[in-house]
């Protein structure tokens, strides 16, 4: 495993400065090569988990390893080389267009001094490709519609080439069509590069077909994880998120459909 957490705690300063914890001791190791996602009701740490194993947030006990190594003891630059991050809601310099903000995740890879490179050049070019971003490349990224800023904070990650992204909640202001479009593109770098991903989704549907390993957090620990068919219970789903379901198989992709009871109806449905 390259990436892991080993009883890792964080949280964040409260009030007359106790800490508040969101993440309790929470061990997980990342399988390799894999997409593993992180679902959970809001609150429930999944977001400050990333956060932590990103090395944007350093634990207040135990410790995230890449390759065996504490995270936060390694050079910033050094772990961007290996690392790439998409953060939630993520801010643009002011006025910066969007073939410079995805310019930006080739810096890991450039010296001080060293020019801009045929590869530097070619690595942007593909991220925007990807993302179906290229023909935006001249404008303003805070003239951009949400959805399309979103692409180009991904087209930024994918420009670092890492084989480990790490992603939260990379389909927000996305419609149906394009979450399915970046969902497939990252099974792409999967099935094709080995590209290992951790991605935060809020959409359990999505979580359970794009997923080859689904972590449920509530309450800033991991109540279950393992394959989708596993952990996609009619049961799981009312113990993490409150909520009655059933659970078929979906009619595309054979992996389960969470179709949720609203408490309208709970009485009217047959068991």
């Known amino acids: 495993m390259r990436l892991a957490a080993d009883r890792v705690t964080l949280g964040y300063g409260g009030a007359r400065g106790q800490h508040r914890v969101v993440v309790d001791e929470v061990t997980l190791a990342v399988p390799d090569g894999a997409t593993t996602v992180i679902v959970g009701p809001n609150g429930c740490g ?26 936060h003891t390694r050079p910033t630059k050094e772990v961007a080389k290996v690392l790439g991050l998409m953060p939630q809601s993520p801010i ?50 805070d003239e951009l519609s949400g959805g399309q800023r979103q692409r180009v904070w991904v087209a930024m990650a994918l420009a670092q080439q890492t084989d480990l992204l790490l992603l939260d909640e990379p389909t927000t202001f996305l419609d149906v069509a394009h979450q ?62 409150g909520l009655a379901c059933r659970v078929v198989p979906d009619p595309v992709a054979g992996t389960p459909l969470v179709v949720p009871i609203s408490r309208h109806h709970v009485g009217e449905v047959v068991a």
């Open 46 to 71: 999944k977001s400050t988990l990333l956060r932590g194993m990103a090395r944007l947030l350093r634990p207040a006990g135990g410790a995230v390893l890449l390759d065996g190594t504490a995270v």
């Open 92 to 141: 643009a310099p002011e006025g910066i267009t969007v073939v410079d903000l995805v310019g930006r995740g080739r810096q890991p890879h450039r010296g001080p001094l060293s020019r801009w490179s045929s590869a530097d050049e070619e690595a942007v070019a593909e991220a925007l490709a990807l993302t179906g971003t290229l023909e935006l490349a001249g404008q303003v990224v």
């Open 180 to 241: 399915l479009d970046l969902l497939d593109l990252l099974h792409g770098l999967r099935a094709e590069r080995g590209t290992t991903v951790v991605m935060v989704l809020h959409d359990l549907n999505l979580a359970a077909r794009y997923a080859d390993h689904l972590v449920a957090m509530r309450d800033g620990r991991i109540v279950v994880e393992g394959a989708p068919g596993e952990v996609v219970t009619e049961q799981t789903v009312a113990d993490v998120f």
